[in-house]
């Protein structure tokens, strides 16, 4: 991560702050309507600039969680459906090393810019718009794209990403109630094609969380002076709050989940633990609990529960 904030901060210099500013505070509202999007977003290089200066950490950050949540696997390439400027690309080179890589968009700009971003990685840039072929890879990742399209072009990216890839297909969006709901439909169409959830579902029945409640997780970014300056913010960091399904040919045994931050009291912690029988409610773990105990206070906001697998009896 460090090499991609670099390589975004020499880039930013080329380009006026004001022309940034005015188009991240575009962006950000078009992204805050939520409405599916007429035409694309990112119009101009310098809406690329503005979308790879204040969005790519973000979805950086995002992608690398959910894809940190697989079971091991060892992709040998990616396809990055809608991958703009290419964040999906670097999460996965930082967790696969240098794979094959490919990303498709359907925005020139956004695409050139990636490029200038990551340099000489030997990844490949190709113009593409949902509807045309998508070439095959081991893992097709889709991040924050769903958001953009109406439900029926959903459906169709969805179906492209879990035709295309061979061993897993990893859909990331908006932590938002909204955005919970676009993955519970791709979660639906990816069970239905064969696939198995390996996370963050611990089965692959409905989802249990019921009421107002939303499947969501946070991912921790450190904001770089430039960073702060186009957001207008003023803390060192932000919580970037992100969904997602991650889904693998070959069925394996997925661990409960972890869905809200521990809550600790004196020598009591508290995990609302997503379960393999779909209930999602309290774990209490005492500090009499010893290993477990110790289990349960270092364990975070969307780490599986119990923290291995195999350990029944955490
Ligand atoms: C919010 S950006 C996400 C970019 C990148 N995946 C990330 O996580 O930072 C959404 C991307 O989806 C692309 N996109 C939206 N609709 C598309 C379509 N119909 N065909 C191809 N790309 C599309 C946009 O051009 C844009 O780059």
Redesign the pocket.
């Known amino acids: 991560m460090a090499d991609l904030r670099e390589a975004l901060d020499a880039l930013l210099a080329d380009v006026p702050p004001a022309r940034l500013t005015e188009s991240v505070r575009r962006l950000i509202e078009d992204?805050r309507s939520g409405r599916p999007?007429d035409e694309?977003l990112?119009r101009t290089m310098v809406d690329a600039t503005a979308y790879a200066a204040y969005?790519?950490p973000a979805?950086h950050a995002a992608?690398l969680a959910a894809l940190g949540q697989l079971p091991p696997i060892a992709p040998a390439s990616q396809v990055?459906l809608?991958?703009?400027?290419g964040?999906?690309v670097w999460a996965a080179r930082e967790l696969f090393g240098a794979i094959e890589a490919t990303v498709l968009?359907?925005?020139p700009e956004?695409l050139k810019l990636g490029e200038r971003i990551a340099k000489d990685q030997g990844i490949g840039w190709q113009q593409?718009?949902?509807g045309e072929p998508v070439p095959a890879a081991d893992l097709v990742t889709v991040?924050?794209?769903l958001t953009?399209?109406d439900d029926t072009?959903q459906r169709e990216l969805v179906a492209g990403a879990a035709a295309a890839a061979r061993q897993a297909v990893v859909l990331i969006e908006p932590g938002t109630p909204p955005g919970y709901r676009r993955m519970l439909a791709a979660r639906d169409q990816l069970i239905a094609a064969g696939w198995h959830v390996a996370a963050p579902c611990p089965h692959q029945l409905a989802c249990g969380m019921t009421g107002k409640d939303w499947c969501h997780f946070a991912a921790r970014v450190n904001r770089s002076a430039l960073h702060r300056r186009l957001k207008d913010a003023s803390l060192g960091y932000e919580d970037e709050k992100y969904t997602f399904v991650a889904a693998l040919r070959t069925p394996e045994n997925a661990p409960g989940r972890i869905v809200r931050h521990p809550a600790f009291r004196k020598g009591l912690v508290t995990l609302q633990v997503c379960q393999q029988d779909t209930s999602v409610g309290p774990t209490l773990v005492s500090k009499r609990e010893g290993p477990r105990y110790k289990a349960a206070r270092d364990a975070a906001w969307g780490d599986p529960w119990p923290p291995h697998a195999a350990d029944a009896q955490v």
Do not use: K
């Not at 809608?82 to 400027?85: E, L, N, R």
């Open positions: 992204y999007a694309p990112i969005r790519m979805t992608v990055d809608g991958g703009g400027t964040a999906a968009d359907q925005v956004a593409w718009r949902l991040s924050y794209v953009e399209l072009a």
